[in-house]
């Protein structure tokens, strides 16, 4: 059995992306020549433009899901050939700074896909991104997340016969919140995976050569980043291989600009027999990275909070200053006693906000700690458990079982 998978980022936020309409129709026109059994779709942020996609796809994706969320919705959307039984939402609980211009709701939706007879949990996501590599102030962030969405995946997977994973992860392949999530939950990447790859250098999916792309987004990468993914995991009852993967490459034949500043992927995926898990001790060593992330995030935002702190009690102090100089009419006029007390209460009412959002901050990266934290310490039982039942080696002492190899079938 083999199934096509298409993840596209479509960057269409309303008048402020360039070219919105176009790339829509254009992005319609892909996906209805294509005819993918899945697209996953992410920043599609009007509502309008999606059931524009839904009204063009009709006849090659009849079922489609749009996961609404927030005030500007969480952009993801699902196109299928096959059922949707099922769909469910989860929003990340840090999503960067409210104060900042790059603050919006990241999620990841799961669809229950009925294919061929199969149960298919197909997630689509959208990580923060980072903007910065030299000084990746939301790495922390993106920490929670990465560990949010392993946690979604491996709670909500149960009893799926295949799990497919596709969006924008604004992760680069080897990161550590990347590496976190393949290895707790076996999720193998399509691109070191395919036997066959058409596309662009080394996979990149945000490019020099496109258009659209911002040339500081890829600084001190010149040629292009992959941070765009496919992920893929079988089950006991079926076990998945990626025969081939491919992706678009900048500009589009006949047409004066790309589809989006990201280049799109589409895998197709062979179903096969069942496979292994990845080894506890690696497993081990990456949730120590990641909480070594969370815990360094934790003393910033700890740090930040306390400036709030003051800048809080600066603003009470202060506002003292205008109460006691209303005494004293002759010293100043109610004008600028009026002036001062709006600037301390503007100090007090900011200070107090701060403290607010940094100290939900702090209690989520403090949970996603302690959820860390058993993790690390199960896998620490299981570890010690498979070798205290190992066999013995040559010096005497326990080693695990070698994993017998995958044997294809014909």
């Given at each position: 059995?083999?199934?096509?998978?298409?993840?596209?980022?479509?960057?269409?936020?309303?008048?402020?992306?360039?070219?919105?309409?176009?790339?829509?129709?254009?992005?319609?026109?892909?996906?209805?020549?294509?005819?993918?059994?899945?697209?996953?779709?992410?920043?599609?942020?009007?509502?309008?433009?999606?059931?524009?996609?839904?009204?063009?796809?009709?006849?090659?994706?009849?079922?489609?899901?749009?996961?609404?969320?927030?005030?500007?919705?969480?952009?993801?959307?699902?196109?299928?050939?096959?059922?949707?039984?099922?769909?469910?939402?989860?929003?990340?609980?840090?999503?960067?700074?409210?104060?900042?211009?790059?603050?919006?709701?990241?999620?990841?939706?799961?669809?229950?896909?009925?294919?061929?007879?199969?149960?298919?949990?197909?997630?689509?996501?959208?990580?923060?991104?980072?903007?910065?590599?030299?000084?990746?102030?939301?790495?922390?962030?993106?920490?929670?997340?990465?560990?949010?969405?392993?946690?979604?995946?491996?709670?909500?997977?149960c009893g799926a016969d295949l799990v497919?994973?596709?969006?924008?992860?604004?992760?680069?392949?080897?990161?550590?919140?990347?590496?976190?999530?393949r290895s707790h939950t076996g999720l193998?990447?399509?691109?070191?995976?395919?036997?066959?790859?058409?596309?662009?250098?080394?996979?990149?999916?945000?490019?020099?050569?496109?258009?659209?792309?911002?040339?500081?987004?890829?600084?001190?990468?010149?040629?292009?980043?992959?941070?765009?993914?496919?992920?893929m995991k079988g089950s006991q009852k079926?076990?998945?291989?990626?025969?081939?993967?491919?992706?678009?490459?900048?500009?589009?034949?006949?047409?004066?600009?790309?589809?989006?500043?990201?280049?799109?992927?589409?895998?197709?995926?062979?179903?096969?027999?069942?496979?292994?898990?990845?080894?506890?001790?690696?497993?081990?060593?990456?949730?120590?990275?990641?909480?070594?992330?969370?815990?360094?995030?934790?003393?910033?935002?700890?740090?930040?909070?306390?400036?709030?702190?003051?800048?809080?009690?600066?603003?009470?102090?202060?506002?003292?200053?205008?109460?006691?100089?209303?005494?004293?009419?002759?010293?100043?006029?109610?004008?600028?006693?009026?002036?001062?007390?709006?600037?301390?209460?503007?100090?007090?009412?900011?200070?107090?906000?701060?403290?607010?959002?940094?100290?939900?901050?702090?209690?989520?990266?403090?949970?996603?700690?302690?959820?860390?934290?058993?993790?690390?310490?199960?896998?620490?039982?299981?570890?010690?458990?498979?070798?205290?039942?190992?066999?013995?080696?040559?010096?005497?002492?326990?080693?695990?079982?070698?994993?017998?190899?995958?044997?294809?079938?014909?």
């Amino acid at each position: 059995i083999y199934i096509d998978c298409g993840v596209m980022f479509s960057r269409g936020i309303r008048f402020f992306s360039q070219l919105c309409t176009q790339r829509y129709e254009m992005i319609g026109e892909l996906l209805g020549r294509e005819q993918h059994d899945i697209a996953l779709l992410q920043e599609v942020w009007s509502e309008k433009d999606f059931l524009f996609l839904k009204r063009k796809l009709s006849s090659s994706h009849p079922y489609t899901h749009y996961f609404k969320s927030g005030v500007f919705g969480s952009g993801l959307a699902v196109f299928s050939k096959h059922r949707i039984q099922d769909a469910l939402l989860y929003k990340y609980s840090l999503n960067g700074y409210p104060y900042m211009v790059h603050y919006f709701c990241k999620a990841v939706g799961l669809v229950i896909v009925d294919i061929f007879g199969l149960k298919a949990h197909v997630y689509v996501t959208h990580l923060h991104a980072e903007y910065s590599r030299a000084q990746d102030e939301y790495l922390p962030h993106r920490m929670v997340q990465s560990w949010e969405l392993l946690q979604f995946v491996r709670h909500t997977s149960c009893g799926a016969d295949l799990v497919v994973l596709g969006g924008d992860l604004n992760m680069h392949p080897q990161d550590l919140g990347n590496r976190l999530l393949r290895s707790h939950t076996g999720l193998r990447d399509c691109y070191t995976e395919t036997d066959t790859f058409d596309g662009c250098e080394d996979g990149h999916t945000l490019i020099a050569a496109n258009h659209f792309s911002k040339k500081q987004d890829l600084i001190p990468f010149e040629k292009g980043i992959r941070i765009d993914y496919i992920l893929m995991k079988g089950s006991q009852k079926v076990s998945m291989k990626c025969e081939s993967l491919s992706t678009t490459k900048g500009p589009v034949a006949d047409k004066p600009y790309p589809y989006s500043d990201h280049e799109a992927l589409t895998a197709e995926l062979a179903l096969l027999h069942s496979e292994d898990t990845l080894a506890v001790s690696e497993q081990m060593d990456v949730v120590a990275e990641a909480r070594a992330v969370v815990k360094e995030g934790l003393c910033q935002t700890e740090a930040l909070r306390d400036k709030a702190t003051y800048l809080m009690f600066s603003g009470l102090l202060l506002l003292l200053l205008p109460l006691a100089m209303a005494f004293l009419p002759c010293f100043c006029s109610f004008s600028t006693l009026g002036l001062l007390g709006a600037v301390c209460m503007s100090l007090l009412l900011s200070g107090a906000m701060l403290y607010l959002l940094f100290t939900t901050h702090i209690k989520v990266l403090k949970e996603t700690d302690d959820q860390m934290m058993l993790t690390s310490n199960d896998l620490q039982t299981k570890l010690t458990g498979c070798r205290l039942s190992g066999s013995p080696s040559s010096d005497g002492s326990p080693e695990l079982q070698p994993l017998s190899p995958f044997k294809r079938e014909e």
